[in-house]
């Protein structure tokens, strides 16, 4: 009595691992933009998350609250979020700090007119001064970026802005 072999050769096996890998040879660019696209919603997240605690601890405490860079003017490299209880010099103390950020993941910059944010104890922007806006892109052109809105009323919105 004869047995049968069982099992694949090896010209079938190469050419399973040929068609895998033409696939992948697909599959991987979409996924790089799949992973771009997720670390800049995570960080504009991120972001609108840290302007709603400042909003509500404004609120919270009945008193100016601001959102800033950590350090200098690059909102990219990390933000805080402070309350002038010192001096009210409008200068972050190290004591004042409520709530600090990292610096934002791969390519992610932001652009903003402004230097800071101020919520005033009832959760608005304090009069004479102008709604905000917060841009973020990664350095990819042609693709969908964030832009986080802050209203004169408080409001926060994040809508899908072109980047170039």
């Avoid at 691992?17 to 992973?35: D, E, H, R």
């Avoid at 990390?78 to 010192?86: E, I, K, N, R």
């Amino acid at each position: 009595m004869k047995q049968e072999m069982r099992g694949f050769t090896i010209i079938e096996l190469m050419v399973v691992v040929a068609l895998v890998g033409i696939i992948a040879s697909f599959a991987v660019p979409s996924f790089q933009t799949m992973i771009a696209n997720s670390r800049l919603a995570s960080a504009s997240n991120d972001l609108v998350g840290v302007v709603n605690f400042a909003r509500a601890e404004a609120v919270k405490r009945g008193r100016s609250v601001f959102v800033s860079p950590t350090t200098g003017t690059d909102w990219a490299d990390g933000v805080s979020v402070w309350m002038d209880t010192g001096s009210m010099d409008g200068v972050m103390q190290a004591s004042e700090e409520l709530r600090r950020t990292n610096a934002m993941p791969g390519d992610v910059s932001i652009t903003s007119s402004a230097s800071a944010i101020q919520f005033t104890g009832s959760g608005m922007l304090p009069n004479g001064s102008s709604a905000t806006t917060l841009d973020l892109c990664d350095g990819r052109s042609g693709e969908t970026g964030t832009q986080i809105s802050v209203t004169l009323g408080g409001r926060i919105r994040a809508e899908n802005l072109p980047c170039s």
